[in-house]
C-alpha cells in the first residue's frame, strides 16, 4: 500500500515543507475551508471585490484589536487604496477606515 | 604604463590590416552549375556573418561537398585541416530549387538547413581560434599569472573561471550563466555537468555541450528574426560579442509570459509581466522552523509591480495585489515526500510563480513562519535582465532538486546571478538561505537596514510576522477586556466551539475584533487535529487501508496533482517553437491553460467532498460549529458598525 501511504505523507506532511506541488494541494483541509475564512458577502460593489480590501480585513481586525498597536503593510495597502477610490474616505481615520473594511 | 601597454596589444592585435575570413569552394569535380548554386550558399553565409567574426577570424577556410559523411549529417568542419564538409547528397537539392521547398525542420528549409550548417560550423573554428579582444587578453594574462601564484582558492572574482580559458566563447562564464551550465553552489567556480534548461530548446544538440550550445544557438541569433524576443539574454550576449546584429528583427511581444500557480483556480493562470512595471526586487525570506525541510528557511524573490496607474515609486510598495512571488519549489507529482527522495534529488525543482498574498498567507498564518522582504540594490537594466532569465527559466527549466546541494537558496542565487549579473554575486557562495540573506547584505546587494526599525518594517511590508505573536496579542486583549477564565491562548482555543460562543454576546468592538482572529486560529486548530487523524486512521499499518472513500480521494489528489504540472511547467502546454512563447503561440497557451484550470477546479472541489467524508463526525461537527461561530461574529461586527453609524463599503 505504498501508493496511498505515499498521497498521506504529502497531503498530511507536505503542509510544513517549502517542497510541495503547488501551494494549496498539500493542504487541501485547509483549503477547503477556505471559503469560510474569508468571508464573501451576497452583495457585491467595486470596492467591495478590491482584492486588497479583501485580503486586508484580518489587518484590520488586528489594528483595531490592538488599538492601533499592530498596523501592517496590508492594512496600509488597504487605507491607499479606498482613499485614492473613495472621495469620503480621505476625511475619514485610519480607525474608522479599519472598522469598514472589518465590517464589509 | 597601463595605457602604453594596451596600445602594444592592441597594435599587435589588429595586424595584418586586412586580415579576414576568406570561405573557398573546392570545385574539383562540381558542373558549372552545381558551383554556381555552391557558392551562393557560400556567398549567403559569408553576408550573414557579422563583420567582426570575419575580420577576426583570419583563416582560409576549404568548403567541399564530401560523398562520405553518414546519412543524416548536414555537414562537419575539421579544425586542423581548416576544412568544412557538407553532403554531397544534398546537392542534386540545392541544383534544382527543391531545397527552397518549406519543410517541417526548425530552419523552415533544406536550403536554410545548409545555411546554418555553414554559420554552425564556421562557429566552431571561431570558437576554437580562441580570440581574444584586447582587454581579455590582459585578463587573462593577469588571471593566469595569479592562479599560478595564489592558486584557484586565492583567485580574484574577476578571474573566476577566466585563467584556463581555450575557446572564444564556449568557456566564457558569463555564456554559460546565461546556457544553463551553472556553477555549483559552494564549489568554487565547478560548473554543473548537465544543462537543465531542457524545454523548449530549438534543437536539443544545443544541450550536448557548451560548444554545440553556442554554434547552434548562433544559427538562430544570424537567421532567426525571432531570436531577440525568444532568447532575449542571449542575443545581447552576442550582439555585445560582436557589437553586430542581424538588421532583421521581428517586434516582440510587450511583456514577459508566466503561469500564475496560485490557488484560485477561477482566475486566467497565463499571465504577463511588464519589466518596465517592475519597480524593485526583494529577496523574500522565510524565517526557520522546525520540521527539517524548512529548518534553513526559505529563499524566494518578490516582484514589487506597481499598479497601472501608478508611477514606478515607492509607493509601489502598497500595491499588494500586484506582487509576484518567484519560488523554487520541489514539484511534487506522483511520488511522496520522503527524507529519502528529497536527500537525492527525486523532485524536480521548478520556478513557481505565486501571488504575494497567497505566499504571506501560507507562511504567516498555515506555518506561523515570518518574513523577510529587503529590497535588492539593482539598477533598471539589472532588473529587467533578471526578470528576462526568469521567464526563460520558468519556460525552460525542470533540474533535479537536491535538499542539501541545489535547494532553494542556490536556486535563487543562480537566477541571481545569471539574471543581473552582478559583480558582488560572482563569487557568492552559500546554500543555506539564512546565509544569503546576511551575505547579500554584506556585499551591499541587498539593504537589510529597513529591517531595523520592526514596526515600521511591519507597516512598510518589509517584514511579516508569524500569526503565532499576533494570536497572542488577541488573547490578551480578550483577558483585559472579558472576564474569562482561561490562562493561555493555547486553552482558550482547546474549549468547543460552542463555549467560545458565549462570550460573544458580551463582546466590544475590540473584543470581537480579537475574537474573529482567534476563532480562525481555532478552526485552523481543529485542521491539523483532522489531518491527524487522518494520519492515524489512514496511515497506520494495522489499519485498514482498503477504505473504498480513502482510495477515491487518493485518487482524486494524484489527479490533481498530475494536472496542476503545467502550472510550473508551462513548455508542457505548447509543442512548436522555442524559448519565450511569442503572438503565434499565445491563443493556443490561453486556451490550453484554461481549461487545465477548469479541470483543476472541478478536481479540488471534488476532493474537499471525499475528504469531508473521511473526517470523523465529531471532527466535523466541531468544524461546523467553528465556521458557524465565525458567520456569527462577522454578522455581529457588522450590526455593531452601522449601530455606530460608521462608513460603509
Known sequence: MRFSLSLVILMLVCSGAQARSLAGTSDMLLRATDRSLNFTSDTTTSIRDMKLIQAARDDAASFIASDGAIRTVQLEAALQSLREQLPEAREATDAALAQAILAH | ?649
Open chain 2, 1 to 649: 604604463m597601463r595605457p602604453l601597454l594596451l596600445t602594444l596589444v592592441w597594435l599587435l592585435a589588429s595586424v595584418p590590416a586586412h586580415a579576414e575570413l576568406r570561405l573557398q569552394l573546392d570545385s574539383a569535380g562540381l558542373t558549372p552549375a552545381e558551383q554556381h548554386v555552391s557558392q551562393a550558399l557560400l556567398d549567403e553565409a559569408t553576408a550573414a556573418l557579422p563583420p567582426r567574426f570575419i575580420e577576426r577570424l583570419d583563416i582560409d577556410v576549404t568548403v567541399r561537398w564530401s560523398p562520405d559523411l553518414p546519412a543524416q549529417a548536414y555537414g562537419q568542419a575539421d579544425p586542423r585541416a581548416q576544412q568544412l564538409e557538407l553532403n554531397a547528397a544534398l546537392l542534386p537539392a540545392l541544383l534544382d530549387g527543391s531545397a527552397q521547398k518549406p519543410t517541417s525542420r526548425p530552419h523552415g528549409s533544406q536550403r536554410r538547413e545548409l545555411l546554418a550548417t555553414v554559420l554552425h560550423e564556421l562557429t566552431h573554428l571561431y570558437d576554437r581560434a580562441h580570440l581574444q579582444s584586447p582587454e581579455e587578453r590582459l585578463l587573462a594574462m593577469h588571471c593566469r599569472q595569479q592562479h599560478s601564484s595564489r592558486g584557484v582558492i586565492g583567485q580574484s572574482d574577476a578571474c573566476r573561471g577566466q585563467s584556463q580559458r581555450r575557446l572564444t566563447l564556449a568557456d566564457d562564464p558569463r555564456l554559460l550563466d546565461l546556457a544553463g551550465w551553472q556553477e555549483r553552489a559552494g564549489q568554487r567556480g565547478e560548473r554543473d555537468h548537465s544543462n537543465d534548461q531542457i524545454d523548449r530548446s530549438p534543437d536539443s544538440y544545443e544541450l550536448s555541450n557548451p560548444r554545440e550550445f553556442v554554434a547552434v544557438n548562433m544559427e538562430y541569433f544570424l537567421l532567426d528574426p525571432e531570436y531577440a524576443c525568444r532568447r532575449p539574454a542571449l542575443q545581447r550576449y552576442f550582439k555585445e560579442h560582436f557589437d553586430w546584429a542581424p538588421t532583421s528583427q521581428t517586434p516582440c511581444r510587450n511583456g514577459l509570459p508566466y503561469m500564475n500557480a496560485g490557488r484560485d483556480f477561477a482566475r486566467q493562470p497565463l499571465g504577463s509581466i511588464d519589466p518596465q512595471r517592475v519597480y524593485e526586487v526583494d529577496y523574500f525570506f522565510a524565517d526557520a522552523n522546525e520540521q527539517w525541510m524548512s529548518r534553513w528557511g526559505h529563499g524566494m524573490l518578490r516582484l514589487v509591480i506597481c499598479a497601472p496607474d501608478r508611477p514606478l515609486g515607492p509607493d509601489c510598495r502598497l500595491d499588494l495585489d500586484q506582487h509576484l512571488v518567484l519560488s523554487y519549489r520541489a514539484f511534487v507529482g506522483d511520488v511522496q515526500l520522503s527524507s529519502w527522495d528529497g536527500l537525492t534529488g527525486n523532485y524536480p525543482s521548478r520556478l513557481f510563480v505565486l501571488p504575494l498574498d497567497q505566499v504571506i498567507e501560507e507562511y504567516t498564518k498555515i506555518e506561523l513562519r515570518s518574513l523577510n522582504s529587503v529590497p535588492l540594490l539593482l539598477n533598471r537594466e539589472q532588473i529587467e535582465q533578471l526578470l528576462q532569465q526568469t521567464a526563460q527559466l520558468h519556460w525552460s527549466y525542470d533540474g533535479g532538486y537536491y535538499f542539501f546541494s541545489n535547494n532553494c537558496a542556490g536556486e535563487t542565487l543562480k537566477l541571481l546571478r545569471s539574471g543581473t549579473n552582478h559583480p558582488q554575486l560572482r563569487s557568492l557562495d552559500t546554500i543555506l538561505p539564512n546565509g544569503l540573506q546576511a551575505m547579500l547584505g554584506t556585499r551591499g546587494v541587498a539593504d537589510l537596514s529597513v529591517l531595523d526599525d520592526r514596526q515600521q518594517a511591519l507597516r512598510l511590508g518589509y517584514r511579516f510576522d508569524s500569526f503565532r505573536e499576533r494570536y497572542q496579542a488577541m488573547f490578551q486583549v480578550l483577558q483585559e477586556r472579558l472576564p474569562i477564565p482561561q490562562g493561555s491562548v493555547e486553552e482558550w482555543l482547546d474549549l468547543p466551539a460552542s463555549q467560545r460562543r458565549l462570550w460573544f454576546a458580551q463582546a466590544d468592538l475590540r473584543s470581537n475584533a480579537a475574537l474573529l482572529l482567534l476563532e480562525q486560529a481555532a478552526l485552523r486548530r481543529q485542521l491539523l487535529l483532522a489531518q491527524d487523524e487522518l494520519k492515524r486512521n489512514y496511515l497506520n499499518p494495522s489499519a485498514a487501508t482498503e477504505n473504498a472513500a480513502w482510495e477515491q480521494a487518493s485518487q482524486t489528489l494524484q489527479n490533481l496533482l498530475g494536472e496542476s504540472g503545467f502550472l510550473s511547467r508551462p513548455a508542457q502546454l505548447l509543442d512548436s517553437g522555442y524559448g519565450l512563447p511569442q503572438d503565434s503561440e499565445w491563443q493556443t497557451l490561453a486556451t490550453q491553460s484554461d481549461s487545465h484550470q477548469r479541470q483543476l477546479r472541478l478536481l479540488s472541489e471534488q476532493l474537499e467532498e471525499q475528504i469531508r467524508l473521511l473526517l470523523e463526525p465529531a471532527r466535523l461537527a466541531e468544524l461546523e460549529s467553528g465556521k458557524a461561530n465565525l458567520q456569527q461574529l462577522n454578522t455581529r461586527l457588522r450590526e455593531q458598525h452601522k449601530a455606530s453609524g460608521g462608513l460603509t463599503l
